[in-house]
């Protein structure tokens, strides 16, 4: 009997426990956006891309394009968006999603295509002022790629962008460099 007692006095302690968080967590409504979120709303909008890729272990040198759309999810905490590309390794048609975790406060970016590039990690960004530099380290080929990518805002319907990979003895070396337009 004397088990017993600590036993249910912990279980209805905890569940008070519980029951608060929740009704706190009610009064408080749902979750809303922060300011590091709306910062990704500049991404929503259909974009056209043009970049050069430079020669590199991974594919081969010309030119990319693509039409990308991109959407707010409901509730306004990521962007997604869909994108149609061709390039030196020919159609590609992929899916990105942008965030923001505000438990870790670092930017997020996950993205799958169809020439089957699926990263093993998500990449981690951080944005300072118009610039938004993602880090990320997956493989690509069979090989570990440590990788950054960095957009700058130029305008409210354009931005450029670099994506550059780290080599031997921790240089950086450019894979592709373009710049996005906002249109229709």
Not at 2 to 20: D, E, T
Not at 159 to 181: N, V
Request: with cysteine; hydrophobic share 30%; aromatic share 10%.
């Amino acid at each position: 009997m004397k088990q017993a007692m600590p036993r249910a006095y912990l279980a209805v302690a905890g569940s008070a426990l519980l029951l608060s968080a929740v009704t706190a967590r009610a009064q408080s409504g749902p979750p809303r956006p922060g300011p590091e979120h709306k910062k990704l709303e500049y991404y929503v909008g259909k974009w056209t891309s043009e970049s050069e890729v430079k020669a590199n272990p991974f594919m081969p040198a010309g030119k990319y394009t693509s039409q990308d759309d991109c959407t707010l999810l409901d509730g306004g905490f990521a962007v997604m968006c869909r994108s149609d590309g061709s390039g030196p390794t020919g159609a590609t048609k992929g899916v990105g999603i942008m965030g923001y975790s505000a438990e870790d406060k670092i930017y997020t970016y996950y993205g799958v295509d169809s020439a089957g590039r699926v990263p093993t990690t998500v990449a981690r960004g951080t944005a300072t002022g118009d610039t938004f530099v993602y880090n990320d380290e997956s493989k690509m080929n069979g090989k570990v790629l440590k990788s950054r990518y960095t957009v700058k805002q130029a305008g409210p319907t354009s931005y450029t962008f670099k994506w550059e990979m780290q080599g031997d003895g921790g240089t950086w070396t450019s894979l592709m460099e373009g710049k996005a337009t906002k249109g229709n």
